[in-house]
Structures are given as structure tokens and as C-alpha cells.
């Protein structure tokens, strides 16, 4: 990270960590070297979580790698917390509020749209436009086009990408 962490205030709520002094880190997440996480976010590495380099995680993106859903409706007759690895590849990019359960693979270069929620055991290949709840493949995400369109935005003065929406 190139900007300086703000010094938390006595007694912050939340525990400290490198990415973002608004953001909620469990266990011990691999998180690559570059990435952006926004404010309010949740990583869940309890049950092992790799974030490639140079990703964005939007804010209040939450990323889990547990569910304590059987445990809760089993009356807890079920005594363990369910944990599943979690990766999201290099350049990728997660849209506010986006959601990715436990045991999901996302390709690189891949987005994720905002308010996505990606269902537990997922898995997308590198370059996927994903978005919806559930999270469903929209279409192949193409770099060059993306990266054409901005310089011709950019040329005439605008700045709103919109490549989903061809």
C-alpha cells in the first residue's frame, strides 16, 4: 500500500490489520501484493482465503471462507463451524456489497458486479463478468476492449465506463 494507515484510536472496535483500518480480517488471509480493499469489507481467512495480486475489493465486499449455518440448525447437534477455501484470482475486481461464499474459485481478471452474491462452491473461469443474485456468468470480460473504450471516453472528456452494457 503506498498511503500511510491513519493511527487507530484507543479501545478502535476492530482489530487492526494492513489493508484498511475500516475493514474486518479473520484469521490469516494471502492477500497479493497491490490489492485496494475498501472500507467496511469483511475477509474471512478462518478457513483459508487467497486474494490475488492487484485486486480491488470494493467497500462492504464480504468474502467468507465459514458457515455456521448447519451447526445453528442442527441445534448445534452438528458441533462444527463448516470451513471451505476461498480464492479469488489476480486483477480482479469486486463490486460494492458483492458477497462470495465459502468454497468459491474465481478466475482472474474477472468482475464481480455490485450486490453479486456468489453461492458457496462456485467456480468461474478468468475473465468472467459475474453479477446477480444468486451470481450467474454475464459474459467473457475482454481487457483490450475495456482498456479501448476508457482512452476513447477519456479523449472527449468522459470518464463513466460502461462496458457491461453492450
Same mark, same amino acid.
Request: hydrophobic fraction near 35%; include cysteine; proline fraction near 9%.
Given at each position: 500500500?503506498? &498511503?500511510?494507515?491513519?493511527?487507530?484510536?484507543?479501545?478502535?472496535?476492530?482489530?487492526?490489520?494492513?489493508?484498511?483500518?475500516?475493514?474486518w480480517v479473520v484469521g490469516e488471509p494471502d492477500?497479493?501484493s497491490g490489492c485496494w480493499i475498501g472500507a467496511?469489507?469483511?475477509? &474471512?481467512?478462518?478457513?483459508?482465503?487467497?486474494?490475488?495480486?492487484?485486486?480491488?475489493?470494493?467497500?462492504?465486499?464480504? @468474502?467468507?471462507?465459514?458457515?455456521?449455518?448447519?451447526?445453528?440448525?442442527?441445534?448445534?447437534?452438528?458441533?462444527?463451524? &463448516?470451513?471451505?477455501?476461498?480464492?479469488?484470482? !489476480? +486483477?480482479?475486481?469486486?463490486?460494492?456489497?458483492?458477497?462470495?461464499?465459502?468454497?468459491?474459485?474465481?478466475?482472474?481478471?474477472?468482475?464481480?458486479?455490485?450486490?453479486?452474491?456468489?453461492? !458457496?462452491?462456485?467456480?468461474?473461469?478468468? +475473465?468472467?463478468? @459475474?453479477?446477480?443474485?444468486?451470481?450467474?456468468?454475464?459474459?467473457?470480460? &475482454?481487457?483490450?476492449?475495456?482498456? !479501448?473504450?476508457?482512452?476513447?471516453?477519456?479523449?472527449?472528456?468522459?470518464?463513466?465506463?460502461?462496458? +457491461?452494457?453492450?
Amino acid at each position: 500500500m503506498s &498511503d500511510p494507515l491513519p493511527i487507530l484510536p484507543e479501545g478502535w472496535p476492530l482489530p487492526a490489520n494492513p489493508y484498511n483500518p475500516l475493514c474486518w480480517v479473520v484469521g490469516e488471509p494471502d492477500i497479493g501484493s497491490g490489492c485496494w480493499i475498501g472500507a467496511f469489507t469483511l475477509l &474471512d481467512g478462518s478457513g483459508g482465503l487467497r486474494v490475488g495480486q492487484g485486486c480491488n475489493l470494493s467497500s462492504g465486499v464480504q @468474502i467468507l471462507t465459514h458457515s455456521s449455518m448447519r451447526r445453528t440448525v442442527t441445534e448445534r447437534r452438528w458441533p462444527n463451524v &463448516d470451513r471451505r477455501p476461498t480464492v479469488l484470482g !489476480e +486483477y480482479c475486481f469486486v463490486g460494492t456489497n458483492a458477497v462470495v461464499l465459502m468454497g468459491s474459485t474465481i478466475g482472474h481478471h474477472s468482475v464481480i458486479a455490485a450486490g453479486a452474491v456468489v453461492r !458457496e462452491g462456485s467456480t468461474f473461469p478468468p +475473465y468472467s463478468l @459475474i453479477a446477480g443474485n444468486p451470481a450467474v456468468w454475464k459474459k467473457t470480460i &475482454d481487457p483490450e476492449e475495456m482498456l !479501448e473504450l476508457a482512452q476513447a471516453q477519456a479523449a472527449v472528456g468522459r470518464t463513466q465506463l460502461t462496458p +457491461y452494457n453492450k
